[in-house]
């Protein structure tokens, strides 16, 4: 277990960046926006001291992420103007920061793809299971939903040189990252639900690819 | 397939949870809300202060007065035409200045939380106002400078300077007052959940295209982007053929048939998953 020198963010577009994209083509057909939420850009940041020190890293390296972003939807040459505003850019996307991180490289920076770990429902009902007999803890958990679960959730950093090699990674390494994404959670692994196959571990957990790992530190 | 090397990275702060109650307790404080809502103030404090510097500009303008000397028999009358002209430039600055304040505070009370339709419909209608009042002061200065421009009889060049002048600021108080909506109705529609529920029931409920779904309520930003250069089509299409290809291998894995619903209503499922006993480690 090492303490983490870097964060990463990954980058969800919302609906004004879609907007934008139509304002920029408006004869082309644009994906939805669950398509445009699909392998999202990871990028590695510096660890900070503390939130406002990561914000200000995040400000120092917005204008780079944007030009990605509107880079990887019009074309290595496209430039526009709303690069350069910080409201526009947290606009156009929210961040999710995660600093719980399996490395499955031999460094970090040559990590070039990521998957995420993210809880589905099962766990939460698990969850709930598991402090039934807790009044207080019941009543949180009401207000909990996955959102709240997957926030800070296990990424795992790994190359692949193919779409298709990940299915069998997963099937492999499975147990491991169950464990990595459970330790977030609880350190007394009794406490843990019991995942003894792959199937099983798919319907505690789903997860979502992301092909571009892109280092800024 | 065997990893060269494992590690586990955390931070020490959002990291290992000593039990299942404590990883509990903390889940409702969310730091990527925080960090989102707290990035977002920050960037409209740089607004703020970006209005200041406008303010200043403006302020510090020093309209041409060397016409006077030169100019003959009109000079009085041109004289009192350049007031009215500044006088309507002012009122329009003062007007856009208190317009672009408010879309500073409304925009953070929605961040805050505070948004709501009624005080949307109310800015809306306010806008719709302040665009009245806008192409009337717009309609002054065109008539102002049509009779300035009749009493003119010396010196046209210094005449198109002026214009030239006027038209600079009238086109910066344009752009400020664009900016400012802009501003505006990009947070709102970041935040409102309602707009996005609207959003994707109509992606979900048919196979139209985008510009169909225009009609939704972000159209009302659409015109506040300027056009990119450089723009490729074909990286469009090939951008979407590739996250075509990760979704369909997000649902191989995942499987596609096996939502979180489906899981959850089947009990049977659900029940022996969660009754499970441990016989041994998991690692």
């Known amino acids: ?217 | 397939m065997e990893p060269v090397t494992i590690a586990i990275i955390c931070a020490t702060a959002f990291g290992i949870a000593a039990g299942i109650a404590a990883f509990i307790r903390q889940l409702l404080l969310s730091r990527d809300k925080s960090l989102n809502d707290e990035a977002q103030h920050k960037a409209l404090t740089l607004e703020a202060a970006e209005l200041e510097k406008i303010r200043n500009q403006m302020l510090g303008v020093k309209r041409f007065d060397s016409h006077y000397q030169l100019l003959g028999a009109n000079k009085d009358a041109i004289e009192y035409l350049d007031d009215k002209i500044e006088e309507v430039l002012k009122k329009k600055y003062t007007l856009i200045e208190q317009y672009a304040m408010l879309t500073l505070k409304e925009s953070t009370a929605i961040i805050a939380g505070e948004s709501s339709e009624e005080r949307k419909c109310l800015c809306d209608t306010l806008k719709a106002e302040i665009d009245e009042e806008l192409a009337f002061y717009q309609t002054e200065l065109q008539q102002l400078q049509k009779r300035r421009a009749a009493l003119w009889d010396a010196h046209t060049g210094m005449q198109d300077r002026i214009l030239d002048q006027e038209k600079l600021r009238n086109d910066h108080l344009d752009a400020l007052y664009e900016h400012h909506s802009g501003v505006l109705e990009k947070v709102y529609i970041r935040h409102n959940e309602n707009s996005e529920a609207i959003a994707k029931q109509s992606i979900d409920a048919s196979t139209q295209t985008f510009k169909a779904l225009l009609s939704l309520p972000f159209q009302a930003i659409i015109d506040y982007f300027k056009l990119s250069s450089g723009i490729s089509v074909d990286a469009v299409k090939k951008e979407a053929a590739s996250r075509d290809a990760v979704n369909a291998m997000e649902d191989q894995i995942n499987g596609t048939n096996k939502s979180d619903d489906d899981i959850l209503k089947n009990p049977t499922n659900l029940s022996a998953l969660l009754r499970k006993k441990r016989s041994e480690p998991a690692v």
């Open chain 1, 1 to 217: 277990m090492q303490p983490s020198e870097w964060e990463i963010i990954v980058l969800k577009p919302t609906r004004v960046f879609l907007t934008f994209l139509a304002s920029q083509l408006p004869e082309v057909d644009l994906p939805s926006l669950k398509k445009l939420q699909t392998d999202n850009t990871a990028y590695v940041i510096k660890k900070q001291s503390d939130d406002e020190a990561t914000l200000n890293e995040i400000e120092r390296h917005f204008a780079t992420m944007f030009r990605h972003e509107i880079c990887r939807w019009l074309g290595d040459d496209a430039r526009n103007k709303i690069e350069g505003s910080f409201l526009d850019f947290l606009c156009c996307f929210k961040f999710e920061m995660h600093t719980h991180i399996l490395l499955m490289e031999n460094t970090l920076d040559s990590g070039n793809q990521l998957l995420r770990i993210k809880p589905r429902s099962v766990l939460l009902k698990w969850m709930r299971a598991t402090v039934e007999d807790d009044e207080e803890l019941v009543s949180v958990l009401q207000h909990i939903n996955l959102s709240h679960l997957a926030e800070n959730a296990t990424v795992v950093i790994k190359n692949f040189n193919g779409l298709a090699d990940i299915k069998p990674f997963l099937q492999q390494s499975y147990q491991k990252i169950f464990a990595t994404e459970m330790l977030r959670m609880c350190d007394s692994q009794e406490q843990w639900p019991v995942i003894d196959s792959y199937e099983t571990f798919t319907q505690y957990f789903s997860v979502s690819i992301h092909t571009q790992l892109l280092h800024l530190h």
